[in-house]
């Protein structure tokens, strides 16, 4: 199985530009994909913010499992990390991102204002993995079209301000990989979800891992969406794998068939799912 490995010279460059504007700004934004929170985390940007505060946005809610979304917000607010989920293409109100950052920010600001320093907008930035949504969320923040928005990884390629009201202002930053995974199913997790151009990655070994997933967490909606017979269910990965390159009328082209199955996945076809798996977390 091919490791699969991505860290091109802008991401670099951004990480560079990340550690130099983070005495700018007041908070970080950092943004998550729901399937996949602790994939989708780069460990870069934990060190590099340290203890800056920040807010953990997981986006794409829409398409990830409500159970694991609400487990894994419990989850990082247990370890100290405030976090909500979005689906950034619904109607997240600038109020409410707005308020979250006021009261985590509450110390500071009462104490710019005793001494009698001018009321300025908070300064956040957002950062995050290519294709975690950022850019459909500041212009949801914003209320125009002012953030590039692409479906493939590495649209943002530099760093801008963004007003999103009077009283929050929002640096954009570009998606950030790091330079190594620590295993493979990191960089298949990511592949899966769109964090990783298709160029740098195998498609049967993503779509093997996929196969695997959805047998074993939502096997009802694999069995339901092609159609499998009860003989089907018995098959291994790669004869399942096989069998579905035949039925897609692709013959033995199965890299492509698994092109299918990833698109299929990514689209929502197969419902919504959450790669990362978190326990129950109980209630403070």
């Given at each position: ?53 920040h807010l953990m946005i997981l986006t794409k809610s829409d398409l990830a499992d409500p159970e694991q979304t609400q487990n894994w917000i419990k989850a990082f607010k ?207």
């Amino acid at each position: 199985m091919a490791t699969i490995q991505w860290f091109p010279g802008h991401m670099a460059k951004a990480i560079r530009q990340l550690e130099e504007n983070l005495h700018l700004v007041d908070i970080v934004f950092e943004l998550v994909d729901a399937r996949i929170p602790s994939a989708s985390r780069n460990p870069e940007i934990e060190r590099l913010i340290k203890d800056k505060p920040h807010l953990m946005i997981l986006t794409k809610s829409d398409l990830a499992d409500p159970e694991q979304t609400q487990n894994w917000i419990k989850a990082f607010k247990a370890k100290g990390l405030p976090a909500i989920a979005v689906d950034s293409k619904a109607n997240i109100t600038t109020k409410t991102v707005t308020k979250i950052a006021q009261s985590l920010l509450a110390q500071k600001l009462s104490d710019e204002a005793q001494k009698g320093l001018k009321e300025r907008p908070i300064r956040a930035i957002t950062v995050g993995i290519p294709n975690v949504g950022k850019s459909t969320l500041l212009n949801r923040l914003v209320n125009k079209r002012v953030a590039q928005v692409g479906d493939t990884p590495g649209v943002t390629k530099g760093q801008q301000w963004l007003r999103s009201s009077s009283k929050l202002s929002l640096l954009d930053t570009p998606g950030i990989l790091w330079p190594k995974f620590d295993d493979e199913q990191t960089g298949q997790e990511l592949a899966l979800t769109g964090a990783i151009k298709e160029q740098r990655f195998a498609s049967d070994d993503v779509g093997l891992y996929a196969l695997h997933f959805f047998r074993t967490y939502y096997p009802d909606t694999l069995v339901d969406r092609y159609k499998l017979s009860e003989a089907d269910q018995e098959l291994s990965d790669v004869d399942l794998l096989l069998k579905l390159t035949k039925q897609f009328g692709m013959k033995d082209d199965y890299d492509r068939a698994s092109d299918r199955l990833i698109q299929d996945i990514r689209k929502g076809k197969l419902g919504r799912y959450t790669l990362n798996r978190m326990g129950a977390v109980e209630d403070d």
